[in-house]
Every structure is written in structure tokens, then in C-alpha cells.
């Protein structure tokens, strides 16, 4: 007899994206209505699709990677106009907290991340409706939509000569990898560094460890077709924790004398997220986390590892303030100092959004750009 008999038996039953009509209705205080011309999938979509995260609101509206042009401005928005090139940001920035007046800090306390809410600032409703019944927003972005209503705080204004199906991969995941590398984990010249996830975000992050002139970038990562794709990114050597019986911080302390002196998680595995703080080194290693965990993880090790002078860190976006300093990545990209086209592996229509969720479920490309008018 099967242990699950005549047990309750919680399972995956994945529905694909459906596509609808909708209705947007017009920004109020301090929003804005963005027409999308591009957006691309993130781990994280997928992540609160497959409804690991928190709790799940039913029916939303995915999406928080994009590119696009305002369409209008509620009341009291001065910074944007009409027609102006943006980059929505699932965490803003109000410009007036103690953490936007804050150098060290991005977590605004209006506008940062916030996976639960649904509905606007403003007046606690959603701007999407179909049939008059509302229908959910998702980290206050919500680009799945040829229209969509955000905070101005999320906005980041750009330059108008930027491509916006390029610069798209700025408004969540490269961002986030490369600012993770070079404003928080922050290696020296000469040191060794190790990546582990080789997606689109683990990626921006060894381009992160490249720029900063590190000498050993060392990629970790379960998919083995991985490996090939990320020797254009300046991983200098790889370690698939499949070919080893022993945990990976160890075959990593043996590879680098002890421990890497940086480390950067991008998977969203808690056993990785463990063994990326292990393997650096002891006195001076700092480990950064960046994957998003499932709801019930914890993270476990002995505190030794830390009085030994090891550091863990974590950040959202890179630690970047959406509004101040994206316009300065994109023209990082626009004086070609950051390459944006080899993390942009697949294309599709809206109409077929579905397969940018198979590729990244596959383990297939980095990232898929969908492009909203065909
Ligand atoms: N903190 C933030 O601001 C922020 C922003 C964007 C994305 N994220 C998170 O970053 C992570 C990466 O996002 P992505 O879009 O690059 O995802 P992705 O799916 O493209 O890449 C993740 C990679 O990690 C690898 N991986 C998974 N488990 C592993 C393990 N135990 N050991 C080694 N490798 C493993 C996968 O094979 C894959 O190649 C996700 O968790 C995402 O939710 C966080
Ligand atoms: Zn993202
Ligand atoms: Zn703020």
C-alpha cells in the first residue's frame, strides 16, 4: 500500500499564461501609465508563478523586466512626461526616506520590494479590472501588459536613444547581478571570485567580477550545458557540484588555498546560499546572496564560520537606486563599456509568452526577450 493512500496529496498542477483583455485605468496620485514595448522573464516570474512564494493573489498580472514609454502622468508627477523612455523597477525609490537619503541603502521604505501587495499605494486598489473585478498587480510592475500603472518612484527615466529591447535586461536581472558584484561584494583587483547560478543574473555578476579586474571567476552551476555559454562572460573556470561526492565548499577551499575571496549566489538554492558562504575564505571572504529563497528555507550554519571573519551580505537590485542610478548603467551600455546582446538569447512574440517560460524552466538561453507589438 502507497504511503500517500487515502492522503490529501499536494502537487504541481502548472497552468500555462492565458492572454485576456483588459482593462487600465488612468494613473492616479504619483502614477504613471507606461506603454511596454519589451519585456523579459526573470527567475522570480516564474518563481511566484510556480507559487512557491508567498501568497499567491489570484487572478495578476506577471511581468517586472521591461522596457517602455510613458503613455500619461497622474497628479503631482513632475519628473516624467508623456513620451518619455523608461525602465519600471520592482523596488523604488521615494527620494525622501532615510534609506533613499541613505548612500548604503536602496530599501525604500514607501516603495521597496513587496511580493504580497496587489493593489496600489495610492488607494489600496488595482488599476487592472476585466468585467469590472479587478485583477491583481505583481511587485507593483505588472509588465505582462501592453499598459500598466506604476508608482513613479518606480520609474527610471533614460536616455531615448537607448534600445529599449536591449536595455530591458537592465530593469531587473543585469542590474542586479552586476551591481551585486560591484557594489556589494566589491573584489579587488587580482582576486578570485566565485559565481554560483550561471543565468542571466549569475552572469552580469562574473561581468560584475570581470570589470572590477578580478583574475579567477569561478562559475558553479548544476546544468552542464551552462558551462559553454558562460566562457563569453569571463568565467574562468567551472564546477558542476554533480561531479563531486563532497560538498562543494570544500572542493572549492582546496581549488583557491582555503576559500575564495568573494563569493555571489544567484540561484535561489538555500543549499547553495549555504555553501556560497562556506567557501570563502576565512578573515576577509564576503559572501553576497541574491536568489530568492523558497517561503519555508532557513539558513543553517555554524556560527564558527562567521567569528572566523567571514561576511554574508544580501541584496535587492544590486543595491542600485532605480531612479539615480539606472540612467548611468544604460549609458554604461550606450559607451559600450557593458554588453547587453549575449544575455538576450531567445525572441518571441507576446502571443507566445508561454515559450520564454520553457525555455527558463528548460534551463535553456538566458534571457527571452517578448516584444509586444509583433
Ligand atoms: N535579489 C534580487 O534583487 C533578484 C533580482 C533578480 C533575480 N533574483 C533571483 O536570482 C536568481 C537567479 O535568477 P535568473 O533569472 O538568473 O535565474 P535562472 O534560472 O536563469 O538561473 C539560475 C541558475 O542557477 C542554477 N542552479 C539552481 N540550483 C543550483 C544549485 N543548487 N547549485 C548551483 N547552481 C544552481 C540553475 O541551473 C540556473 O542555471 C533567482 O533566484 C531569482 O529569483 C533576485
Ligand atoms: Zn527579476
Ligand atoms: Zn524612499
Given amino acids: 500500500m502507497s504511503s500517500t493512500?487515502?492522503?490529501?496529496?499536494?502537487?504541481?498542477?502548472g497552468k500555462p499564461l492565458v492572454i485576456e483583455e483588459v482593462e487600465v485605468a488612468p494613473p492616479q496620485k504619483m502614477e504613471v501609465r507606461l506603454k511596454i514595448l519589451f519585456t523579459s522573464l526573470c527567475h522570480t516570474d516564474v518563481y511566484f508563478w510556480e507559487a512557491k512564494g508567498q501568497t499567491p493573489l489570484f487572478p495578476r498580472i506577471f511581468g517586472h523586466e521591461a522596457g517602455g514609454i510613458v503613455e500619461s502622468v497622474g497628479e503631482g508627477v513632475t519628473d516624467l512626461k508623456p513620451g518619455d523612455h523608461v525602465l519600471p523597477v520592482f523596488t523604488g525609490?521615494?527620494?525622501?526616506?532615510?534609506?533613499?537619503?541613505?548612500a548604503e541603502s536602496n530599501m525604500c521604505d514607501l516603495l521597496r520590494i513587496?511580493?504580497?501587495?496587489?493593489?496600489?499605494?495610492?488607494?489600496?486598489?488595482?488599476?487592472?479590472?476585466?468585467?469590472?473585478?479587478?485583477?491583481?498587480?505583481?511587485?507593483?510592475?505588472?509588465?505582462?501588459?501592453?499598459?500598466?500603472?506604476?508608482?513613479v518612484g518606480c520609474v527610471a527615466k533614460i536616455n531615448p536613444a537607448a534600445p529599449l529591447d536591449k536595455v530591458c535586461v537592465l530593469s531587473c536581472g543585469i542590474s542586479t547581478g552586476l551591481g551585486a558584484t560591484l557594489n556589494v561584494a566589491k573584489p579587488t583587483k587580482g582576486s578570485t571570485v566565485a559565481i554560483f547560478g550561471l543565468g542571466a543574473v549569475g552572469l552580469a555578476a562574473a561581468e560584475g567580477a570581470r570589470i572590477a579586474g578580478a583574475s579567477r571567476i569561478i562559475g558553479i552551476d548544476l546544468n552542464p550545458s551552462r558551462f559553454n555559454e558562460a566562457k563569453k562572460f569571463g568565467i574562468t573556470e567551472f564546477v558542476n557540484?554533480?561531479?563531486?561526492?563532497?560538498?562543494?565548499?570544500?572542493?572549492?577551499?582546496?581549488?583557491?588555498?582555503?576559500?575564495?575571496?568573494?563569493?555571489?549566489?544567484?540561484t535561489g538554492n538555500i543549499n547553495a546560499m549555504i555553501s556560497a558562504f562556506e567557501c570563502v575564505h576565512d578573515g576577509w571572504g564576503v559572501a553576497v546572496l541574491v536568489g530568492v529563497p523558497n517561503k519555508d528555507d532557513a539558513f543553517k550554519t555554524h556560527p564558527v564560520n562567521v567569528l572566523n571573519e567571514r561576511t554574508l551580505k544580501g541584496t535587492f537590485f544590486g543595491n542600485y537606486k532605480p531612479r539615480s542610478d539606472i540612467p548611468s548603467v544604460?549609458?554604461?551600455?550606450?559607451?559600450?563599456?557593458?554588453?547587453?546582446e549575449k544575455f538576450i538569447t531567445h525572441q518571441v512574440p507576446f502571443s507566445e509568452i508561454n515559450k520564454a517560460f520553457e525555455y527558463m524552466l528548460g534551463g535553456e538561453g538566458l534571457r527571452c526577450m517578448i516584444s509586444m507589438e509583433n
Fill in 5 to 13: 493512500q487515502g492522503q490529501v496529496i499536494r502537487c504541481k498542477a
Fill in 93 to 102: 525609490e521615494c527620494k525622501e526616506c532615510r534609506h533613499c537619503k541613505s
Fill in 114 to 151: 513587496n511580493t504580497d501587495r496587489g493593489v496600489m499605494i495610492e488607494d489600496g486598489k488595482t488599476r487592472f479590472s476585466k468585467n469590472g473585478k479587478p485583477i491583481y498587480h505583481f511587485l507593483g510592475t505588472s509588465t505582462f501588459s501592453e499598459y500598466t500603472v506604476v508608482h
Fill in 241 to 266: 557540484p554533480k561531479d563531486h561526492d563532497k560538498p562543494i565548499q570544500e572542493v572549492l577551499a582546496e581549488m583557491t588555498d582555503g576559500g575564495v575571496d568573494r563569493s555571489v549566489e544567484c
Fill in 330 to 340: 544604460v549609458e554604461k551600455y550606450m559607451n559600450k563599456e557593458l554588453e547587453l
